[in-house]
């Protein structure tokens, strides 16, 4: 690697660096794990599929990181509820170019190998290894599809080889009580990693720091060779459950060079003032509608205006957001929120909400402090508060959610935070399109 890159030579500028790395890269992307946290958000859609921020799908974040990055070759492994998903993917990620190989293949669940489907995130991985071999690689980045973050991998690459690894984690600087609900890593002052445990009882912690632990994001760099030779080895185990974290990471952190890179050096766009880098684990409603709260925010961590690292997705055509009627009693409004095309606040008022496309408010109807996914309908009169709406609801005239938890209980999901989830099916609604 080192004849090859010429790593300490001051005439290899950053760009062209990265710029051979990530072209020499294959990112497989893992978007079909069984999801539960996020309740009946997920009855129709992975996780992965959905919505978020008024126009994404979770996905597109990671997806978006690896084309920004440069890195163009790209497979999807999907399982689960994945008809969303790929019809997110054929509609709105078919812009890359093959012939210049550049690509997002989807890697469906299809027992080629044996008889089983994904029996863990490593197995996914190995039961596309025909794939991957086919690109001839130089690095495999393994990547979950289900984190909503904003990172350059082309810096982590650099690392990767800089240390002549074989394998690179990135990891979060945590305090160590929310360790727990980590893969965790204890490195030594060169970020090689001596030891890995999975959700540990008592996390290690980083040198110099006893408050604070190093959490993996679940985001791997592979040399190619040396990913293909562990993920056989690791299926050949019997007693494995064939998953990264609890299997694969521990095996190769024991046994070969395995380094962790800091997330805060290659995350991109950081806003607002707590100088953190931005990562969030949608997982439950409540950190759900938390994380697409903050983007109502004056100045939110997450930057979606940024010019240089954009975030791609499905771009429907529809008309501008449109606010009729300005009387006393009847005023389209919207006010510290965020809406999107196709919105009609017809009378309606809005406040610190975030709407996604083609939402109907009518008259006298008041949204706060909620989330409503695309194509709902918020009926005259009504009322929503701390709201997550999932797409397609009618919410009948005069209707109140949000303002008595015991009622609500009675029809809809009421998180341990106080959001009520609604849904069209608990609504007595059917629904005939794809979520």
Known sequence: MQQELQLNDPAATYGRFVSHLTRSTFAIVLAGGRVSRLMQLTDWRSKPAVPFGGKFRIIDFTLSNCVNSGIRRIGVATQYKAQSLIHHLQRGWSFLDGRFAEFIELLPAQQQVVEDWYLGT??????????????????????????????DYGRMLAQHVQTQADVTIACLDVPRQDA???GVMKVDESRRIVDFVEKPKEPPTIPGLPDRSLASMGVYIFNANFLFDELCRDRDNAKSDHDFGKDVVPHAVKNYRAYAHNFGESCVGMNGDSGLPYWRDVGTIDAYWEANMELTKVTPELNLYDEEWPIWTYQEQLPPAKFVFDDDDRRGQAIDSMVSGGNVISGGSVRRSLLFSRVIVHSHAVVEDSVVLPRCDIGRHAKLRRVVLDKYCRIPPGMEIGFDPEEDCKRFYVSEGGVTLVTPEMLGQQVHHIR
């Open 180 to 182: 727990t609900a980590f």
């Open 122 to 151: 490593a197995d996914a991985v190995f039961q596309n290894l025909d794939v991957i071999r086919r690109h001839k690689p130089r690095y495999v980045l393994v990547l979950s599809g289900d984190h909503v973050y904003k990172m």
